[in-house]
Nanobody, 125 residues
C-alpha cells in the first residue's frame, strides 16, 4: 500500500501562483508514475501533469503547458506541482495519484492505484 498526502491548496487571485506538494509513504517504488489530476464541480476528474519517478520524464495536459511544472524530490518522497499564471478555470480539487500506467492509461484515472484525499484550489477573477 502507498499513502499519499497533498497540501498547498488555497485561494489565489488570477495570475497568481501556488505550489502543491504530495508526500508518498509506504511501499513506494521508483517504477511508479506520480501524477496530478483535478476535478471541478460537475466535471470528470482530468489529468493535469505526470512524472516518471525513475527518469523524471514529464507530461502535461495542453491546458496547463507552459504554466504548470511537476517535479519530484526522491529524498523526501515528494512530488510537487508548481502552478503559475493561474486562471479561474483552474479552480478544482487537485488530487495526487501514483501507479504504473501503460501508454494507454497514462492520462486516465484507471491507470493509477493510489490516490490522495485532494486539496482545493480556488482562483478568483
Amino acid at each position: 500500500q502507498v499513502q499519499l498526502v497533498e497540501s498547498g491548496g488555497g485561494l489565489v487571485q488570477a495570475g497568481g501562483s501556488l505550489r502543491l506538494s504530495c508526500v508518498a509513504s509506504g511501499r513506494t517504488s521508483s517504477r511508479y508514475v506520480m501524477a496530478w489530476f483535478r476535478q471541478a464541480p460537475g466535471k470528470e476528474r482530468e489529468f493535469v501533469a505526470g512524472i516518471i519517478w525513475s527518469t523524471t520524464s514529464t507530461y502535461y495536459a495542453n491546458s496547463v503547458k507552459g504554466r504548470f511544472a511537476i517535479s519530484r524530490d526522491s529524498a523526501e518522497s515528494t512530488a510537487y506541482l508548481q502552478m503559475n499564471s493561474l486562471k479561474p478555470e483552474d479552480t478544482a480539487v487537485y488530487y495526487c495519484a501514483a501507479g504504473r500506467p501503460n501508454s494507454s492509461t497514462y492520462f486516465y484515472t484507471n491507470g493509477y492505484d493510489y490516490w490522495g484525499q485532494g486539496t482545493q484550489v480556488t482562483v478568483s477573477s
